[in-house]
């Protein structure tokens, strides 16, 4: 089935304002859970169509890093997602001034690498 290309590109986005929308106007579990749903499907929407749109895929030697302290590829795709949502859970849970501080900077390094990773994966200008 195929969706017009402006359902299609902010479906990911439709999916964030759902989950956005259950927390705010409900609080039992059953919701916690289609939050969460929701929230992973948008995640692994966005994460899935950056894969496909790279214009700076690796080589085909450098699959395999040789630096053992780098992350696994599957984790510096949704990590940024994963400080989101811990930030998000903190600002709702609690109401103590250092835990909010650490959300609002947690919320800030996911939107830092994300921006960081849309402009890396961009085709660098040429001069021709």
Not at 32 to 40: D, P
Not at 81 to 87: E, H, K, Q
């Amino acid at each position: 089935m195929f969706y017009p290309k402006c359902i299609y590109e902010n479906l990911p986005y439709a999916y964030f304002l759902v989950c956005g929308y259950l927390i705010a106007f409900y609080d039992t579990w059953p919701v916690f859970a289609s939050v969460g749903l929701f929230y992973l499907a948008g995640c692994a929407t966005l994460v899935t169509r950056s894969g496909y749109r790279r214009l700076d895929r690796y080589k085909a030697n450098e699959k395999q890093p040789n630096n053992k302290n780098t992350l696994p590829e599957w984790l510096y795709e949704y990590l940024p997602y994963t400080y989101f949502a811990f930030a998000t859970v903190m600002l709702l849970n609690t109401s103590l001034p250092s835990l909010q501080f650490l959300a609002f900077f947690l919320m800030m390094l996911a939107l830092r690498n994300l921006l960081f990773r849309v402009n890396n994966r961009r085709k660098a200008k040429s001069l021709f």
